[in-house]
């Protein structure tokens, strides 16, 4: 295979949710077949771009995924499938990235806030900010806004995002937020929040910077906040 079909195959396989070659795809057929794992190893071993890959395979594969769950044709466990192979490509590309000279978009927080212990969509947002370049720090669920506010003067980082299921946590991402200007954070961090009971009403209410429907939302709003 040469470097265009090596990253034509693995697109494909990110759209099909085949993380390794013993995994079905979307479609028949396709279990044997080299999947994510195996098709990156095979683009390392020929020395293709990292960037490139993640770039031409991974970005645009779920962008593609994106929009059929927007259509309606995949449902939440597709769309997972989808990302656990990113993740599974970057888990791989990850040493190779900053020397192929990948800089960091900047470092994000991640935390599914205090009493909520949802974090499949976290999860899936967490993937998804890898492979668009973010240095990620996923800090869980049922998380103290105390821990939160003590990780982002730590860290430096310039994103924080909030998530919560439940109507009896949400109330939790506005307490982050005043806790961070008491500490003198505030402005110099973007807040974004999401999950089920969350809209942008209540993001404008706490004062949080974005409301992300879902992780390629988040996505879209941050390419225009670096923009």
């Known amino acids: 295979m040469n470097e265009q079909e090596i990253i034509e195959k693995i697109a494909f396989n990110v759209i099909q949710g085949r993380v390794t070659a013993d995994d079905e795809g979307y479609d028949d057929g396709l279990e044997g077949q080299p999947a994510v794992t195996e098709l990156v190893e095979t683009a390392i071993e020929k020395k293709i771009n990292p960037k490139t890959i993640v770039v031409n395979a991974l970005t645009g594969s779920m962008e593609q995924v994106g929009d059929k769950f927007d259509r309606g044709e995949y449902l939440i ?34 935390a599914t806030v205090a009493g909520d212990l949802h974090d499949i969509g976290k999860n899936i947002v967490a993937i998804m900010l890898k492979g668009a370049g973010f240095d990620v720090m996923d800090m869980g669920n049922d998380v103290s806004v105390e821990r939160i506010v003590s990780t982002m003067k730590e860290t430096g980082a310039r994103y924080l995002g909030l998530s919560a299921l439940l109507t009896t946590t949400m ?57």
């Open 171 to 227: 109330r939790e991402m506005g307490s982050i937020i005043k806790a961070l200007g008491e500490v003198g954070l505030r402005d110099k961090v973007r807040v974004l929040i999401g999950g089920a009971p969350t809209s942008q009403s209540f993001a404008d209410e706490i004062g949080a910077d974005a409301y992300c429907r879902d992780a390629f939302h988040a996505i879209d709003l941050l390419k225009k906040m670096a923009g």
């Open 77 to 110: 466990p597709d769309m997972l499938a989808s990302a656990e192979c990113v993740g599974a490509a970057m888990e791989l590309l990850g040493p190779y990235l900053a020397g192929a000279g990948v800089e960091s978009k900047g470092k994000f927080i991640l």
